[in-house]
């Protein structure tokens, strides 16, 4: 019997990546057309479900490395009827995709670190770029998908390489070392137009 005749020793094509893969992602969340004001859903990026959840459905593009420009589809919950899990789990992934994106440890509880991880609503996400850890789930049908659960802030030892940024612009005291370091500079770390202080913190 050949080889096309027995088709046991066939590889399966499952076309996943990995498990645990790091790679930069671009999100692009398909409008859904729900608005919610008094949640700050607004714009018409919020899609709402047949059951009465709300998410943002998300189309993530790797952008560079060996996967790239494979798309990853996954919800951000913003509500369920169900309880708060899903949009705890949402609010958490939205803030580890600030976090990457604008350079920031997740321990960083600074003025500027806290600012960054504020938005004025979806639109400031939509084409965000940052480091993701991709995980895999299931589909509606119970297959095997790529999901994106969680991104990867720039305290892991990989974030820089693979970000293409240098490290860390916020790490725990850093801001107020350099203004103790450099006490001859007469702008304060309050002025917006400071030198270092990244354009979103403007």
């Known amino acids: 019997m050949g080889s096309w005749n027995d088709f046991n020793d066939a590889q399966s094509n499952t076309n996943l990546i990995p498990k645990g893969t790091l790679a930069k992602v671009r ?11 008094s949640q700050g859903w607004t ?4 899609t709402r479900g047949s059951t009465g959840a709300v998410y943002l459905n998300g189309e993530f593009t790797v952008t560079e490395g060996q996967y790239a420009r494979r798309k990853i589809f996954t919800l951000i919950g913003l509500h369920s009827p169900k309880g708060p899990d899903w949009a705890n789990m949402g609010r958490s992934l939205v803030r580890g995709m600030l976090n990457s994106a604008r350079g920031i440890s997740d321990k960083d509880m600074s003025p500027e670190a806290q600012a960054a991880r504020r938005i004025n609503g979806f639109a400031d996400l939509d084409g965000i770029e940052f480091v993701a850890r991709i995980d895999i789930g299931a589909d509606a049908s119970g297959d095997d998908k790529n999901e994106i659960r969680s991104a990867v802030t720039p305290d892991h030892r990989d974030y820089a390489q693979i970000m293409g940024t240098a490290p860390l612009q916020f790490s725990g005291n850093a801001p107020q070392q350099d203004t103790a370091a450099a006490p001859q500079s007469n702008q304060s770390a309050a002025n917006p137009g400071a030198p270092g202080r990244p354009s979103w913190a403007q």
């Open 43 to 46: 714009g018409g990026y919020a």
């Open 27 to 37: 999100l692009t969340i398909r409008p859904g057309g729900f608005d919610d004001a």
